[in-house]
């Protein structure tokens, strides 16, 4: 029960307005530390809704998939640059990404990722890095701005941070395929 006081904490310190505006000032900041900061918020918390409310989410997510769905659908719409200056602009799109983000998809993301097969983990990993290269190309090479509330060279470091860690991912795909994870255990 400790991690989920943490994650409330957390989650209550993101959601500080200094915090908060200091964080989305910079788009890499907001897109690469905010965000996965608030799903990982949901992720502590996750366990406290597991113990509280057990049969609906052996019910609703026995098997994994419409809660990684529900991830994967709420981090590809975070992901889009529309949303990212709607958040900046509107008080109710900012109140959406700080209920949405640990909510729907830290907690879903901690009561799936269990729960799935091993093959659809390595979909996801296949499917985040192809988009995480998509979405960095598009940042760094879009001919104009996409999000209004960032200037061009903070788009194109953001596309960048995407690719890099796309890369890191293809590193962690190679590595988890050539080791044997039996003599680390």
Known sequence: MKQSLYGVLLCL???LPPVSNL????????????MPLLIFSGFLMARFFQL?????FSKW???????????????LFWTLPRSMDDALTMQSMEVFK???LPF????SLRDSW???????????FYFFTILFFGIGWLYIDSPVQLCNNYLIIEQITLGWGF?????CLVIYTVYITFTDPTKYE
């Open 13 to 15: 310190f993101l959601f």
């Open 163 to 167: 690719v890099t860690t796309a890369i």
């Open 61 to 75: 997510n026995s098997e994994g998939i419409p809660g990684i769905l529900l991830f994967v659908i709420i981090t």
């Open 104 to 107: 729907l998809a830290g907690i």
């Open 23 to 34: 964080m989305e000032s910079v788009m890499i900041i907001h897109m690469h530390m905010q």
């Open 114 to 124: 269990n729960k799935l097969r091993p093959i659809v983990k390595k979909v996801l």
């Open 98 to 100: 700080f209920i949405s």
């Open 52 to 56: 509280r409310f057990p049969s609906f």
